[in-house]
């Protein structure tokens, strides 16, 4: 049975608002609705003040919804709105009142962890094409490689790649009302919206509704034990990037660009994102480095060469390594058997496992730096 955006509409009209008079539709709290596969997904939005108070609301919408034939699952979140939401507004301090800091001003609130998982790794790019995606996945099986237990999180909402690069077909399960136990493939743990939607679904969703939905795919899910969640960024530096770095707490992040000088532009801005929320960049990986001719052996430097090497070298970060074009890394992307287990062996997979280990021992000096640091506390 087909689920309509107004039979959705109508059911939502009977949850209560917060204000105890009118509901939450009349209210105009109720994001854009999207339907896709029986699964409704929307955001309800309420002050920034009250968003824990106010989770029984939330769940009350999603039983609402969940009781509609045809609906086999709702994902339903709570968007903060800071200012002007629903005439609650912030209010002034006494000027006569001192402030008394805690801590430095420039210092960023502490993150939420999140369960079973020690640490999460950023892959992101300043543009899309460059490969992101496929190094995210060969970065994961590299540090399982090393004897780490790693999850994937493919926060790419508009276009998912996991189910395709690591061959995943069917729905995750189900653990309890609003847990989802995460999908695996090839000993990782896998969680994307691409399972959630059929591939072919476009996802027209307005920046709080993706928002809502990394934060649901993140902390909604029965991740762990591991010890590294690496985590597919959407290419650019939009509001779902910043929402990931600011609320998330990232261990670091690898910045992947191609080496021509259009491409490092981009990844410069990504970069300095990162730093603008103090979150460590690991390092740069230049992707589709050079490529060789499979019939001649011959080298072709298709976009230029050494590029995100001497930017790393300008911008004081560490370079990871160069990864050739080939096409068996595509034709293995493509049939979801990504190279370092498909060619264990092969040159490309060495390269990604050094790639790993890099990231890795940066990761560990990140830790001891972070650890040897003390924080100065202001009375």
Do not use: C
Request: charged share 20%; hydrophobic share 45%.
């Amino acid at each position: 049975m087909t689920v309509s955006r107004q039979a959705v509409v109508e059911k939502l009209s009977t949850v209560e608002g917060p204000d105890h008079e009118s509901d939450i539709v009349s209210l105009g709290l109720v994001s854009e609705i999207f339907i896709a596969d029986g699964k409704v997904f929307f955001s309800i939005t309420v002050p920034a003040a009250r968003a824990q108070e106010l989770e029984p609301l939330r769940e009350a919408a999603e039983r609402a919804v969940k009781s509609l034939p045809g609906v086999t699952g709702a994902v339903v979140a709570l968007t903060a709105e800071r200012q002007g939401g629903m005439g609650a507004a912030p209010q002034p301090k006494p000027a006569s009142q001192p402030q008394r800091a805690h801590a430095p001003q420039d210092r960023q609130p502490a993150k939420a962890g999140v369960p079973g998982v020690e640490a999460i790794i950023a892959v992101a790019s300043g543009k899309g094409g460059v490969g992101k995606s496929t190094t995210a996945v060969n970065l994961a099986l590299g540090l399982q490689s090393l004897g780490l237990k790693v999850g994937i999180l493919d926060a790419d909402i508009y276009g998912p790649s996991m189910p395709r690069l690591l061959g995943i077909k069917g729905k995750p399960e189900m653990i309890d009302s609003k847990t989802l136990k995460p999908m695996d493939a090839y000993g990782l743990q896998v969680m994307s919206i691409g399972f959630l939607v059929e591939e072919e679904t476009p996802m027209i969703w307005r920046g709080p509704m993706v928002m809502s939905a990394l934060r649901q795919l993140l902390r909604d899910v029965a991740w762990g034990p591991l010890d590294v969640l690496v985590v597919d960024m959407p290419p650019g530096t939009g509001d779902a990037q910043l929402t990931m770095a600011q609320q998330v707490p990232l261990a670091g992040a690898v910045i992947v660009s191609t080496p021509q000088d259009l491409a490092l532009i981009d990844a410069r801005k990504g970069l300095n994102m990162f730093r603008r929320v103090e979150v460590p960049v690991l390092g740069i990986v230049e992707n589709m480095s050079y490529f060789i001719a499979p019939d001649t052996g011959r080298r072709y430097d298709i976009f230029g060469h050494g590029g995100a090497r001497a930017e790393a070298e300008r911008l004081g970060v560490p370079f990871l390594g160069e990864v050739p074009l080939t096409m068996d890394v595509r034709e293995m992307s493509d049939a979801g058997t990504p190279v370092v287990v498909s060619d264990p062996e092969g040159a490309q997979a060495k390269t990604y496992r050094a790639v790993a280990q890099k990231v890795l021992e940066r990761l560990e000096a990140e830790k001891a730096a972070a650890g040897s640091t003390p924080a100065i506390i202001f009375e």
